[in-house]
């Protein structure tokens, strides 16, 4: 009987190593590709956040009022040397921050003010946010005593302990405006956060990005950070009591002590520059 031929295994071997690496090449070429679409992505969101950023702060700034029709999108292509997606994203963009309206089959036109949403963190970033401080003190004399009354109910003795920890580390911060207003939010962020009441808190958090820009000038006033730890410690010792009178009376206090902080800032010749965004 003839001796058969011994199995190849170094062929067949080979042609197994080869199909996993064809596979492996499809695979590669596939999350090439895949990546090369996430970055086509990623450059056009850059470039329409440029357009979107340049119409915010040219609406902020006045240099189109409401009801101005915005140029055609051909027109606005050319201007910014963009493809037409990438200039209907800013569009949308716009449109769902309140700025314009964006109808189909018209020219898109500037918002009338009311729709604008004045707290955009985009918006807040490339206008003079010095306008809308008193509508921000309006909404806070609305809220946070109220907050506070019901964070003298509710309050546990951690809500208390974060607080004053805090309010601690705020009195030591006295060479930086930025921490100054980071922990100033943080300490009216944990009464909120006190009142076990999530729309309160959600409330509260999505007035601190104008809070902020507030804080950060109001503090050049002199005076300005020893007043607002006078009140935050009677606000302290209303809640360490459960006193919701107490508590709510010291907030409202508070806040026309930081009325009258921002009614000195108008009164300062000159308002400062909004931030430049590349």
Not at 187 to 202: G, K
Not at 247 to 252: E, I, N, R, V
Request: proline letters at 5%; aromatic letters at 4%.
């Amino acid at each position: 009987m003839p001796d058969r031929p011994a199995p190849d295994r170094h062929n067949r071997m080979t042609a197994g190593q080869t199909g996993r690496r064809g596979g492996s090449g499809r695979f590669r070429r596939a999350a090439d590709e895949a990546q090369r679409g996430r970055w086509r992505i990623v450059a056009r969101t850059r470039l329409s956040n440029a357009i979107v950023n340049d119409y915010l702060r040219r609406i902020g700034a006045g240099e189109v009022s409401p009801g101005d029709p915005l140029p055609p999108e051909s027109v606005l292509c050319d201007s910014y040397g963009v493809g037409r997606s990438v200039v209907r994203e800013a569009l949308q963009a716009l449109d769902a921050k309140g700025f314009i309206i964006v109808r189909q089959g018209s020219v898109a036109v500037v918002a009338p003010k009311f729709r604008w949403h004045v707290l955009d963190q985009d918006f807040l970033t490339v206008t003079n946010p010095r306008e809308y401080f008193s509508m921000l003190q309006e909404a806070r004399e609305l809220l946070e005593p109220h907050i506070a009354a019901i964070a003298a109910e509710r309050a546990s003795d951690e809500n208390i302990e974060e607080i004053a920890a805090i309010d601690a580390r705020l009195a030591a911060a006295r060479d930086s405006a930025e921490e100054h207003a980071e922990l100033d939010i943080a300490f009216h962020d944990a009464i909120a956060r006190a009142t076990d009441n999530a729309i309160l808190v959600s409330m509260h958090a999505s007035i601190t990005g104008l809070g902020y820009r507030a804080r950060v000038e109001s503090v050049a006033v002199p005076g300005a950070v020893d007043r607002a730890l006078l009140w935050h410690g009677q606000i302290l010792d209303a809640l360490r009591a459960g006193d919701v009178i107490a508590a709510s009376s010291a907030m409202h206090l508070h806040l026309r002590q930081v009325r009258g902080e921002l009614e000195r800032l108008d009164a300062e010749p000159g308002s400062p520059e909004p931030e430049e965004t590349a």
